[in-house]
């Protein structure tokens, strides 16, 4: 069974820091990972999608990251602003139907 | 477009109540999904559908009911509501990019369950 684990699952820091946020799954064969990010009450906003054979994604600052033979996936935020405050999911889709999600890492940026 | 978009926002139930969550979408999408979100548990697959007339079950399907008489809707139905019910519920829909799958989430559904 796909198990997608996110660490941290909480992170603070001072606005201005580049930071990564890790997610890890444990079979990798996956059709593509997916980033989202979530506010609070809101729902799930798509950030980034990395296809299986892609190694990463870039959209402005965030930069995603895939090594699908280690299991591993990387969110990169670059010059983090109190804006980027939000929950932030991975999600693997197994096969073409199942989405599994990580328990998501809660970011907060200090102004 | 509108995107994806459900109905109520908010909702509390009695234990033994029945109702429907409404979900929607304008971009023709074949594929669309029931989550719901759970403190610690993150997200769970309920029910999806591949298409208008098709529905199958997903990681926690019971106490659930779904149908899909159109390609826009994709109603949840809860026969009797449990207090285990109690959660965050997600619609989604997906859109097939050419090269991949792409998932779009509704706004949420706040259901609370006395």
């Known amino acids: 069974k796909q198990e997608v684990t996110q660490i941290p699952a909480a992170l603070s820091v001072p606005e201005g820091e580049n930071l990564v946020l890790n997610c890890s799954f444990t079979?990798?064969?996956?059709?593509?990972l997916q980033w989202f990010r979530q506010d609070p009450g809101k729902g799930l906003t798509s950030l980034l999608l990395?296809?299986?054979?892609?190694r990463e994604q870039t959209s402005g600052r965030l930069n995603a990251s895939l090594d699908k033979s280690s299991g591993r996936s990387t969110l990169y935020i670059a010059a983090s602003q109190p804006g980027d405050s939000a929950t932030y999911l991975c999600a693997v889709t197994e096969g073409a139907q199942k989405l599994v999600f990580g328990q998501g890492t809660r970011l907060t940026i200090n102004p | 477009n509108a995107g994806v978009t459900q109905t109520p926002k908010f909702q509390v139930l009695k234990t033994g109540q029945s109702m429907t969550l409404q979900c929607a979408q304008d971009m023709n999408h074949e594929y669309m999904s029931w989550y719901r979100q759970d403190p610690g548990m993150g997200l769970r697959l309920i029910h999806y559908?591949?298409?208008?007339?098709?529905?199958d079950q997903g990681e926690v399907p019971n106490g659930y009911n779904v149908s899909r008489s159109t390609t826009e809707d994709f109603p949840l139905r809860l026969l009797s509501a449990a207090p285990s019910q109690t959660s965050v519920y997600f619609c989604?829909?997906?859109?097939?990019?050419?090269?991949?799958?792409?998932?779009?989430f509704g706004p949420g559904t706040r259901l609370t369950v006395t």
């Open positions: 079979d990798s064969a996956i059709y593509n």
């Open positions: 989604a829909s997906r859109d097939w990019t050419g090269v991949s799958y792409e998932q779009y």
């Open positions: 990395i296809q299986s054979s892609q």
């Open positions: 559908s591949v298409g208008a007339g098709i529905t």
